[in-house]
């Protein structure tokens, strides 16, 4: 009844579902200096996301905790991986192009997203544009340290 | 229960289901099946009719003018205010407020009654199943004063537990405000039982009857409580208008909600005097078209029958819950001994929200989230659940197609 073809397979792409069976970095980061927790109230889905930034404000590494969906789960895993190495303003700016392509503001195919290229098929699911971008919300929030909890809403 | 009321051939489905005209949608090349009538329910042509009727030849604004249209659509207006107390078996159509739905009903009566009767100290006792509207409401008004609102904890089954329920009431408790049924889980609260113990301790009664309304015949009273709220969108009537019932003396002795036009019987600078209820309830431009769909959906309800209806929906939501409860990894939340039209769970290998969106693919409407909830998503620790919910015109056919969904959903997510 359901065809595994089309939509669906549009949105879990293979990528999603691995990360979201067996998410990378996921876990408490003791050495961690920048934390920041995220809320979508509209699920009521949590997450913690640690960072461990040094002195020339490289990311060397990220993890987080948290249950949530496969979108919100593998976004989560895929940002941790796209973080490491990047300084400040290129993840502010990997942020940017994230939720603008989620949100379909930008046709698919920024080459600057790399492997996040496999959330372009969220565009076409307006109630789950806020499941992709909820780890984003929570980067923002620990990049700025603005000490309150990130909502997606 | 009358031979028409047994589940079976007997009900016709086929029939109803003609009078709603969405249920012909087509979602992604399915036939809709809408599984979401707890958080709206979908309105048959009579009511559509009869709001349009308005529009078309009985619309003015109400109770002021000479002319005839305004004659008309108070005669509307009133006659649906008259149809809807015979509806919830209440003595007197001047307990029936017209408000935008249960969320105002909710909070008129806190903001009211609570204004009325909360000094620091007293205490507001509501479960621990409420919807939020049942909540903040009471916490918006208790706060201020120094009153405590207070929750009764539920089993494990979903039902409220009457014990802890019976030890926290006391001297203290002013308001007891309860869900008649539970819109996350379809329990069924004793409301009987629990007015008789609350009014041993002098307290106050409101009830959530959103959920209630669409499922079971209502009689306020004989259920003996203070304030009754509904909303018309849960029971196949237009959003935007519902009933607050209130019992006469009260309505009487609690101040106004909103000060407007209508509401008033003289005012001075100095000193206003109030309409007498249910217009001191009302301030201002009402919706006036909606409570004469409110009305009719009143009418086609009782067309069909509430005793046929509350015997239709369990023969579906048995067969659901039979068929659920065969899903490996699925646990279905609320084992009420009475229960009504809603079937809620969380599966182990697909959260609620992947779900709910390759039911979606399969045309299969459902509700997925925390259903406004939340303490009672904490008692559960689930952060979320999916929630079928039935209503008069859902078939055991769309039932197994909510399972064929969920079986497509765990082949893409199971591990």
Same mark, same amino acid.
């Given at each position: 009844m359901i065809s595994p073809g089309g939509g669906l397979a549009d949105l879990y792409r293979e990528v999603i579902l691995d990360h979201s069976r067996s998410p990378r970095n996921r876990g408490e980061m003791a050495e961690a200096n920048r934390q920041a927790d995220g809320f979508n109230p509209l699920c009521g889905d949590r997450l913690r996301l640690f960072l461990r930034v040094d002195a020339d404000d490289a990311v060397r590494e990220a993890s987080f905790v948290g249950d949530g969906c496969a979108i919100s789960t593998a976004s989560a895993s895929l940002l941790t991986e796209a973080l490491r190495g990047r300084s400040q303003e290129e993840a502010l700016d990997l942020i940017r192009r994230f939720r603008a392509m989620v949100s379909g503001e930008t046709e698919p195919g920024?080459?600057?997203l790399g492997k996040l290229a496999v959330f372009a098929g969220v565009r076409d699911y307006p109630t789950r544009v806020k499941c992709a971008t909820l780890a984003w919300h929570t980067l923002k929030a620990a990049l700025l340290k603005t000490g309150e909890t990130a909502r997606t809403e | 229960m009358s031979p028409s009321a047994t589940p079976g051939s007997a009900y016709p489905v086929d029939r109803i289901r003609e009078d709603f005209p969405i249920l012909r949608e087509e979602v992604r090349g399915h036939r809709i099946a809408y599984l979401d009538n707890a958080a709206s329910s979908q309105k048959p042509l009579s009511v559509l009719d009869a709001v349009e009727d308005v529009y078309h030849h009985g619309y003015a604004n109400i109770?002021?003018?000479?002319h005839v249209l305004a004659e008309r659509a108070t005669a509307h207006y009133e006659r649906s205010r008259r149809r809807m107390a015979a509806f919830i078996g =209440?003595?007197?159509?001047?307990e029936v407020i017209f408000v935008r739905g249960t969320t105002e009903g909710l909070n008129l009566a806190a903001s009211c009654l609570g204004r009325h009767v909360l000094r620091e100290g007293d205490e507001v006792l509501l479960t621990e199943m409420e919807h939020h509207s049942n909540i903040v409401p009471w916490q918006m008004v208790a706060g201020p004063v120094g009153a405590r609102v207070l929750a009764a904890p539920v089993t494990?089954?979903?039902?409220?537990?009457l014990d802890a329920f019976a030890a926290l009431? =006391?001297?203290?408790?002013r308001i007891v405000s309860v869900v008649h049924?539970?819109?996350?889980?379809?329990t069924v609260n004793p409301v009987r039982k629990i007015v008789r113990m609350a009014k041993e301790r002098g307290a106050y009664v409101v009830v959530d009857g959103a959920q209630a309304a669409p499922h079971h015949p209502i009689r306020v009273r004989e259920l003996g409580c203070d304030f009754y709220a509904l909303s018309g969108h849960k029971m196949y009537g237009p959003s935007g208008i519902g009933v607050l019932w209130g019992r006469r003396e009260l309505l009487e002795a609690i101040p106004p909600w909103q000060g407007g036009g209508e509401m008033i019987e003289r005012v001075r600078f100095d000193r206003t005097t109030y309409a007498p209820p249910p217009a001191k309830f009302e301030a201002g431009t009402p919706n006036i078209a909606g409570p004469v769909g409110l009305a009719a959906a009143a009418d086609y309800l009782e067309g069909v029958g509430l005793e046929a209806v509350a015997a239709h929906e369990r023969t579906v939501r048995e067969y659901a819950e039979e068929r659920l409860g065969d899903v490996p990894g699925l646990r279905i939340l609320g084992a009420a001994d009475e229960k009504a039209a809603v079937v809620s769970f969380v599966l182990e290998d697909a959260h609620p929200h992947d779900l709910g969106t390759v039911l979606d693919h399969a045309g299969v409407a459902v509700r997925t989230g925390h259903h406004c909830a939340q303490p009672l998503m904490d008692r559960f620790q689930v952060p979320a659940t999916v929630r079928a919910s039935f209503g008069l015109y859902n078939t055991t056919a769309e039932v197994d197609r909510l399972v064929a969904g969920i079986e497509a959903a765990l082949e893409i997510f199971r591990p």
């Open positions: 920024d080459p600057a | 109770h002021r003018g000479v =209440s003595g007197s159509a001047d494990d089954a979903g039902e409220l537990d009431l =006391s001297d203290r408790t049924i539970s819109n996350a889980l379809g």
